[in-house]
Structure formats: structure tokens, C-alpha cells
């Protein structure tokens, strides 16, 4: 049997996260008509910190939260749990998309994150969270050139970034694939286990009140003269007002399908390491999150209990009409070859087992970072659209969507990153022709040494380009 198959052979489909033995009690679904002042949509971390974040400014809040199938069950629950403080994905994606704002939306993802770990101490939410820093490493000569010229930018901006040659990122994290790192280290990034966070959120909201109802998706929405109704399944609620908290799965409201699509992510994890293992690696002393240093990246990490999880890649997929159905979650080959890019990073660990294999939706906007919006004269609003990097900006996308409701609204509603109107995905079949050409050209550009062709050189002019 080939080795990859073999190392996947026992692996159970279900993020390693959710297999832990202090997962909560799915809660009944809503089986009669109920009233609120706010319903959410949507139990994954925009939802949770959107509850949270308005009962710490409106105690007295009568807030009900609804989920489709349980908390934790969607990208929250199945994330790398890479902990980064950036609300738009880099420095100069803030740059590129809203001009002149790039340091203002830093500051405010740093104080976010701040804001976010000081939360965790406050309601003793033990989510493994560690504050390790993020270590970006260069794996081929073009690499180590472009990382070395990151490194120097936000040197000189005055981040607090290390630079490690060969010998030095190999003493951190033992790739012979390595040539050099970068530590990015704010003293707040980290990790974080995502599924303890968001059931730890889940039980601090139910004790400040907040009623969740889990199994109960919510199918429609209309608006009344005084507020709005939402249906569900076998109920309706009547509230003031509405946050969609869906992110890439499919919602009733056209603006918020338009403006994001589901990008696949398939992921991994090993059994827990030996000490020899271990000891193989050297990791364990630092455990940086690790990501690599091209378009197509893979991101991993140490877990608390000695394993790696590790996930993207060149697999990442868009299917043809926006799948977030079951069909497309369970696939072999993307599990294969996620195993096959881990042994080529780390051959000393060949012979270990992979116990978890799972996937998820991303939800990618065209800006590549949120998306918040309102409606109905105010009284829906939503947060959406993180584009594979909402660990801690969903906290921050939280706070858009109950401010732009009226909660206590500040002057983050003047920014462009809330203001500027987001252009949607074109329809069927243009969304996956684009999606797809430039998916090959992201990888064909890894593969010539970051050097863009045509294909990404036009979107980059239309300031539709991933300008990371
Ligand atoms: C595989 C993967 C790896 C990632 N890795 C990282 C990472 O390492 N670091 C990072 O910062 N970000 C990462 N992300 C992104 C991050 O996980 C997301 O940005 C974040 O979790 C989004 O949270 P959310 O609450 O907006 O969405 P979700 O967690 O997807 O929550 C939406 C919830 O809404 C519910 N829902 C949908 N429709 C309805 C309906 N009609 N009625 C009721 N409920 C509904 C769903 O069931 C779901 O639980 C990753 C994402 C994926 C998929």
C-alpha cells in the first residue's frame, strides 16, 4: 500500500477539534413562535462575539441565537486555529483595497486581538490559546528573496519581526525543506484550539442570557412594518432586528449570496508525537504556527497535545455553482496529497498516523478580507466573508454588525473598510472560470518563483488581486 494511503487508513472524517470529550450537549431546536430584540443567525464565532459583545453593552439585551446544526459546526469549528491580529488579510491588501487606512486597521486588529485574549481571561474561556507568533519560512532561493523584502518592510515600519537563516529556522522548526524564516511576533498572535473557543463562547453567553437554539435553520426572512420575522422550520420569530452571521453557507438575503463564495479547505491531523518524534522536529520548544511562503500556502501548527494539524495547499477548491454540500467535503485525493506536501516537509516522521481528515468552507470576498452590509432600513446587518483568516477579525466583524444595528455606534463606521461597497462575484459560469484560472495562475506563479503572469498581472490592475 503507498504510504500516504496507509498513513491515512484509520483517519476518522471529523475535525480533530470536535472529537474532544467536553463537547456540549447540542441544545433543542425552537419548536414554537418566540419574540426577541435580536436574533442571530448563525453560531460560529461572528455570531458568538456578536452575542457576547452586546451583552457587555446592553446587559438587559433579549438576544436569541439560532443555528443550523450546532455551534462550532462550521468554519469556526474547523479552522487551522492560526491566531492572527490582521482584519484584511495583510498590510497590503488593507493598502490595496482601502487606501490610506493600511495603519489604522492594523491598530485596530492588534486592539481587537488584545481585546479578544483579555475576554478569554475574563470569562475563563480556556480555548489552548498560545502566544507563539506566526513563522512564515521560505522554501526555495525566489522565496527567501521576497520573504527577505518582507522582512525588511515591516522591519522598517517597526513590527517586531526576526529574521532566521537556515540553520536558525531549522533549530525552531527541523524542515530540511527550510532555507529561512521570519517570526512575526506582536505579543498577542498565536494559537488557538477553535472548537474549545467557540463552545467556551457558547457557555458564556448562555450565562449572560443570551437563549440558543441549535438544529434550527432559518429559511426566510420578511419585513414588518415594526420589525422583521424570520421563519424557521417549525416557528417564526419576531424581532427588532436581524445579524446574519452565515459566513459561506448559502443565506436568504441575495446581497450577502452575492458578495462571498465557498472556497473548499481540506485538512489533517497526526496522532500525538513521541518524544523521539518530537525531538525530530524540534517544534515543541517554540510551536510557532508555521505557514510557507507563496500564494498557495499550507498553514500548521502544534496542538496542546503534541500533534500536527496541518491544512491548504494547491487543493483549496471552488466547485461550479458555489457547493457547500457533503458531496464534495469527503475527498481522497485532496487528503492524499495534503499527506504526500507533509511527508515532503517532514520525512522524519514517516510511519506516523493521521487520526483526522476534514474540510470546510471558506467564505472569500472579492476584497479578501470581511464583509458587512445592512438592510432594511437598518434593522438586518451581517458580517460575512473573512476569506480564510477570521480566528480573531471575526471578534472585530462582530462588532461592525451590532454597531451598524445602532448599538453603540463609533467611528469605525466611518472607515472604508466598513464603507466601500463591495463588488460582488459574477454569476455562473464566469465565477468559476475566474476562480479557477486564477487558482492555476497562483499555483504557476508559486511554481516561477513568485514571478505573476498576464492572468494576475490584469486583476492585480483592476485591484482585484490578492495583493499579499
Ligand atoms: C478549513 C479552514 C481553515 C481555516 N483556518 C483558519 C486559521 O487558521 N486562522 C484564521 O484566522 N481563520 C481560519 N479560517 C477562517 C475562519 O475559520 C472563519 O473566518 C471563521 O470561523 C468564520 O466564522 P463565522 O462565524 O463567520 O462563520 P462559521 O463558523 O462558518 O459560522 C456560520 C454558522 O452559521 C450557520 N448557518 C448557516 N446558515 C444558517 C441558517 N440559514 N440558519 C441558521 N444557521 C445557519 C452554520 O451552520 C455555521 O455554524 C479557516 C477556515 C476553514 C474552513
Given at each position: 500500500m503507498e504510504f500516504k494511503v496507509e498513513a491515512l487508513k484509520d483517519s476518522k472524517y471529523m475535525p480533530l477539534w470536535h472529537d474532544a470529550s467536553n463537547k456540549p450537549e447540542t441544545l433543542p431546536a425552537l419548536d414554537k413562535d418566540a419574540k426577541c430584540e435580536l436574533l442571530i443567525v448563525g453560531g460560529g464565532f461572528t455570531g458568538l462575539w456578536a452575542a457576547l459583545q452586546l451583552k457587555e453593552r446592553k446587559p438587559d439585551a433579549d438576544i436569541i441565537m439560532i443555528e443550523a446544526t450546532f455551534v462550532g459546526y462550521g468554519a469556526s469549528g474547523r479552522n487551522g486555529g492560526m491566531f492572527e491580529s490582521l482584519l484584511a488579510h495583510t498590510a497590503n491588501n488593507s493598502e490595496y483595497h482601502f487606501p490610506g487606512e493600511k495603519d489604522r486597521i492594523e491598530e485596530l486588529g492588534f486592539i481587537n486581538s488584545k481585546e479578544f485574549v483579555a475576554t478569554l481571561e475574563k470569562y475563563d474561556?480556556?480555548?489552548?490559546?498560545?502566544?507563539v507568533g506566526n513563522l512564515r519560512v521560505a522554501t526555495d532561493q525566489d522565496q527567501v528573496k521576497d520573504l527577505k523584502a518582507t522582512y525588511e518592510k515591516l522591519k522598517a515600519h517597526g513590527d517586531n519581526v526576526k529574521w532566521f537563516n537556515q540553520e536558525e529556522v531549522r533549530e525552531r522548526v527541523n524542515s530540511e525543506t527550510y532555507l529561512a524564516g521570519m517570526l512575526e511576533d506582536n505579543g498577542v498572535d498565536g494559537l488557538v484550539d477553535p472548537a474549545q473557543l467557540a463552545w467556551g463562547l457558547k457557555k458564556t453567553i448562555l450565562s449572560l442570557g443570551v437563549k440558543i437554539y441549535e438544529g434550527t435553520p432559518l429559511s426566510k426572512i420578511k419585513d414588518t412594518d415594526n420589525g422583521m420575522l424570520a421563519f424557521c422550520e417549525n416557528a417564526k420569530i419576531e424581532c427588532d432586528k436581524i445579524l446574519m452571521a452565515t459566513n459561506a453557507f448559502p443565506n436568504p438575503m441575495s446581497q450577502i449570496r452575492k458578495s462571498i463564495i465557498p472556497v473548499w479547505d481540506y485538512a489533517i491531523a497526526t496522532e500525538p508525537l513521541n518524544q523521539e518524534q518530537l525531538d525530530s522536529i524540534n517544534w515543541g520548544k517554540y510551536r510557532h504556527g508555521v505557514v510557507n511562503n507563496i500564494n498557495m500556502f499550507h498553514y500548521y501548527r502544534m496542538t496542546h497535545d503534541n500533534r500536527i494539524s496541518w491544512g491548504g495547499g494547491g487543493h483549496v477548491m471552488y466547485y461550479f455553482g458555489g457547493r457547500t454540500d457533503q458531496g464534495v467535503a469527503d475527498d481522497q485525493n485532496r487528503f492524499e496529497t495534503s499527506c504526500q506536501e507533509f511527508f515532503e516537509t517532514f520525512p522524519q516522521l514517516k510511519g506516523v498516523k493521521f487520526t483526522h481528515r476534514w474540510s470546510g468552507i471558506i467564505a472569500s470576498s472579492t476584497r479578501f478580507c470581511m464583509v458587512p452590509g445592512v438592510a432594511h432600513r437598518g434593522k438586518v446587518a451581517w458580517a460575512v466573508g473573512y476569506t480564510g483568516l477570521g480566528v480573531a477579525a471575526t471578534r472585530f466583524g462582530a462588532r461592525i454588525g451590532i454597531e451598524l444595528l445602532g448599538y453603540e455606534p463609533s467611528n469605525i463606521l466611518d472607515l472604508m473598510f466598513v464603507k466601500k461597497k463591495v463588488l460582488n462575484w459574477p454569476p455562473e459560469p464566469l465565477a468559476w472560470i475566474g476562480v479557477t484560472l486564477t487558482r492555476h495562475a497562483m499555483a504557476r506563479a508559486d511554481r516561477n518563483g513568485g514571478r505573476k503572469g498576464l492572468w494576475l498581472k490584469m486583476l492585480d490592475y483592476f485591484n482585484l488581486g490578492f495583493a499579499c
Open positions: 474561556i480556556d480555548a489552548h490559546y498560545e502566544q
